[in-house]
């Protein structure tokens, strides 16, 4: 009788994590996301599949064209989005980015710091003040931005997910250069400093730290390097096959999700074991 009272106890505690047929729920329907750099790669697919998820989205990015051309294709399927342009490393961007979701869907639930630039790939003694500052301001300072306009509302609600696009330059030395490798192993520093400061108060952050992956992004400076032939540089060091911008947004959205409401502060490798070599 002791554990069958115990086992109830158990599983009332679960019951709110649980749909009607038992199944853990994403918690997703209804939620106010923000995806930055969702005009296009990684960002885009997440803005995609949070839409699907029934999530409201708020699609950010420096490239206008883009950001509109994913928020039709989110109203066009019965979803609900935003698009604001700008540079997010821009204070007064930011706040656009925040009060645009508010003022859309009321709330600010789940914050994507997805967009991200390549450095030339520079190694640290080659790497000019002009390549660091931007690729730290961009890669960085915005996230660091956004999340903190971001937090006093998470907080007013007693809940937030925050999830950040790390890279495998998160974990060790890489391919990529010396500003890239610091700004991408900084974005792990945001994500462990929330998780410890803000977990008792409901608000989760996570990262994914994607290995090569095919999308649009470019070497800084060098227009001809970009997607596979970036990847062609990076082949030699014992991968599969790349990823794919779908990949990526799975594991952002899992993170983000209530299915992960156990998960906080981690840096998930997504990367078909790359990093574990
Ligand atoms: P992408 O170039 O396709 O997308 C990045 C988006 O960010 C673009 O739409 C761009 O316009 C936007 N952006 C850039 N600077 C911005 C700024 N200042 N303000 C607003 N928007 C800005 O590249 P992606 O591969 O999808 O990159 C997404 C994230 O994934 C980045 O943080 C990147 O570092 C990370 N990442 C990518 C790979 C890969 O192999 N593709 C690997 C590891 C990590």
Do not use: C
């Not at 994913?70 to 989005?81: C, F, N, W």
């Not at 931005?145 to 974990?171: C, K, N, Q, Y």
């Not at 890239?180 to 400061?197: D, E, F, I, P, R």
């Amino acid at each position: 009788a002791f554990f069958g009272w115990l086992l109830t106890r158990i599983s009332n505690a679960h019951y709110q994590l649980e749909d009607e047929e038992g199944r853990m729920a994403t918690g997703l329907a209804g939620r106010s996301v923000v995806v930055t750099g969702a005009a296009s790669g990684i960002g885009r697919a997440t803005a995609l599949r949070f839409a699907h998820e029934g999530a409201h989205v708020l699609v950010a990015d420096l490239n206008a064209d883009g950001a509109e051309q994913v928020t039709r294709e989110i109203e066009d399927a019965g979803g609900k989005a935003r698009a604001v342009a700008g540079d997010l490393s821009d204070p007064q961007v930011v706040d656009a980015v925040v009060n645009g979701a508010l003022a859309s869907f009321g709330s600010l639930d789940v914050l994507v710091n997805n967009a991200g630039v390549m450095d030339r790939m520079s190694a640290l003694g080659e790497t000019d003040d002009a390549e660091w500052e931007r690729v730290i301001r961009i890669n960085l300072t915005a996230p660091f931005l956004l999340t903190r306009a971001a937090l006093p509302h998470m907080l007013d609600a007693g809940r937030g997910s925050i999830v950040f696009t790390a890279s495998e330059a998160s974990l060790r030395g890489s391919a990529a250069g010396a500003a890239y490798t610091a700004s991408k192993h900084g974005v792990v520093g945001l994500v462990k400093s929330l998780a410890v400061m803000y977990r008792k108060q409901g608000i989760r952050a996570n990262a994914v730290a994607p290995g090569p992956t095919t999308t649009g992004i470019k070497v800084d400076a060098l227009p001809d390097a970009h997607g596979p032939a970036l990847v062609g540089q990076l082949i030699g060091a014992n991968i599969g096959r790349l990823g794919s911008a779908q990949e990526q947004a799975a594991a952002i959205v899992f993170l983000a999700s209530d299915d992960a409401a156990f998960v906080n502060g981690a840096v998930l490798p997504v990367d078909d074991g790359w990093s574990a070599v």
